[in-house]
C-alpha cells in the first residue's frame, strides 16, 4: 500500500502560483511513477502532469504545458506540482497518484490515489 496526502491549494488570483505538495508513506517512494490529475466540477477527472520515478522525465498535458512543473524528491517522498500563471479554467480538486514504474496518461492505470486538495482561482 502507498499512502498519499496533497496539500497547497488554496483560492488564488488568475495570474498567481501555487505548489502543491504530495506525501507519500508506505512502500518504496523511488520505485513508483507518480501523476497529478484534476477534477473540476461536472467533469472527469483529467491528466494533468507526470514523472518518472527518477524526476528525470516529466510529461504534461497540453492545456499546463509552460506553466506547470512537476517534480519529486525521492529522499523527502514527495512530489511537488508548481503551478504558475493560473487561470480560472484551472480552478478543480487536484490528485496525486502513483503507479508502479512506468507513468501514464490514464487515470485507470493507477493503483493508489490521494485525498484531493482544491485550487480556486479568480478572475
Known amino acids: 500500500q502507498v499512502q498519499l496526502v496533497e496539500s497547497g491549494g488554496g483560492l488564488v488570483q488568475a495570474g498567481d502560483s501555487v505548489r502543491l505538495s504530495c506525501a507519500a508513506s508506505g512502500r518504496t517512494f523511488s520505485n513508483y511513477a507518480m501523476a497529478w490529475f484534476r477534477q473540476a466540477p461536472g467533469k472527469e477527472r483529467e491528466f494533468v502532469a507526470a514523472?518518472?520515478?527518477?524526476?528525470?522525465?516529466?510529461h504534461y498535458a497540453d492545456s499546463v504545458k509552460g506553466r506547470f512543473t512537476s517534480s519529486r524528491d525521492n529522499a523527502k517522498n514527495t512530489v511537488y506540482l508548481q503551478m504558475n500563471s493560473l487561470k480560472p479554467e484551472d480552478t478543480a480538486v487536484y490528485y496525486c497518484a502513483a503507479r508502479p514504474r512506468v507513468y501514464s496518461d490514464s487515470r485507470h492505470l493507477y493503483d493508489y490515489w490521494g485525498q484531493g486538495t482544491q485550487v480556486t482561482v479568480s478572475s
Open positions: 514523472v518518472s520515478t527518477s524526476g528525470g522525465i516529466t
